[in-house]
């Protein structure tokens, strides 16, 4: 199969106000990603076109930094393969070998008052729906079928012995590398491919993350609202429940520790908080992280959607901050693929890849090794960058399309919550009604709204419901609308 340019753009973050010229910004980003080690040697950048479209300025100051980065030895350009990071680098900086502190495993938690016991999400009339605003679903029709049929069309005819035994627990290598070297590219995230599980979906990571680290009565520190399977799987391990309200800051974490300091884990989406989307600050950040080390607690950070952020500001993942291995990472392919492949992988502390690999060998002892070698060619063929920059595209307008939707149908009585970015987007709307019930109405008119009060484990602070736009189409978006505003109006 012909092999094609991957290149990953690095997280690099434009000041338009800052004094420094944005070539010199561009320059600044990929050498700080070089020598932290988040871009390693022979991986491929993107072309010079791609990244000025990313970034929203034109080729020039692009080109302008490339020939620095390829004068200075960061890049080099070889006929036929295009321009990688340099295998030989002008300068090695130690960063991405930071000692991470060992910390031991946690006790018995304590039983905490307040903390709720809320019983599984059931399967609720609204859950049964299916049509459009569906919030799992993505873009099927645009998902590269050809290419991803011709990949497994590959894999079926050149099966090897090897592939017929029991793989590692960990998962493939091959895949844990590509997704090493797309992390540190893309999210910012310190690790290398040993620290990688290849798992069943961010459900499974949760699940395995909760075997390892927690024991009967532990208290997590949920968001609230916040991602009710992860409440489910909680539960069902006989852990207890501690909601934490979300501001626009993201987690609210001095009120975790005034609710319960002693929790042993916290569970949180920083880059796009699921359900309302906002992005955790840097201070909020640096607060969980110094509470986490000082509670001898852990960080489940569930990076589902973070690939999809339409406003040119970066956000790195939580754990790319963590010096002391607090942070557990999980990201999945549900989005970026798609659902029914079920694969996600975790970003494990080093210290703790023992106790996680020993859960997984007495649970299933990894996914099915075929589609792991067929999404890390997929990756190293640069279809899945291709892929993802697309997709970026598509979500983007279809967001846009919805935000306008929203306004015009409900003017002022409109809330939106969030940042520009991610596949679903939350809204309160004024009134003398009850969500769960209008998203049951709704069963009936192909609109699969998600009661935005259902996400709370206690007392819901709005009234409102959750638009996916994953596989909702700019066409469709503005009759969906207005069938929910005549449902609205007509109570
Ligand atoms: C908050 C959150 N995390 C993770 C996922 C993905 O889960 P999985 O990888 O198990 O498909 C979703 C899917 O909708 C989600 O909403």
Redesign the pocket.
Known sequence: MKKTASGISPLIALDRECSRALHAQIYDGYRSAIVAGNLRGGQRVPSTRVLASELGVSRFPVLTAYSQLLAEGYFESRVGSGTTISNCLPERFPCNTLPIREVSSPSQAPAVNGASSRQPFTSLGWLRNSGAFD??EIAYDQFPLQTWSKLIAYHSRSMQLQHLKYGEAMGLPALREEIATYLGAARSVRCEADQIMIVS???QAVDISSRALLNLGSTVWIEEPG?RLACDIFLRAGCRLAPVPVDNEGLDVSKGIERCPEARMAFV?PSHQ?PLGVTMSIKRRLQLLDWAQAANAWIIE?D?DSEYRYDASPIASLQGLDRNGRVIYIG?F??VLY?ALRI?YIVIPRNLVDKFAAVRRVMDFGPPIFFQLVIAQFIHEGHFARHLRRMRTLYHKRRVTLVKCLREEFGPLVTLFGSDAGMHLAAAIAGEFCDVNIAEQAAGENLDLRPLSSYYLEKAMYNGFIFGFGNTSERQIPRAVKKLRDLLEAQ
């Open positions: 919030i799992s979906g961010s459900q991602y989406t699921f569930d589902y999945t549900s989005k659902p996600g």
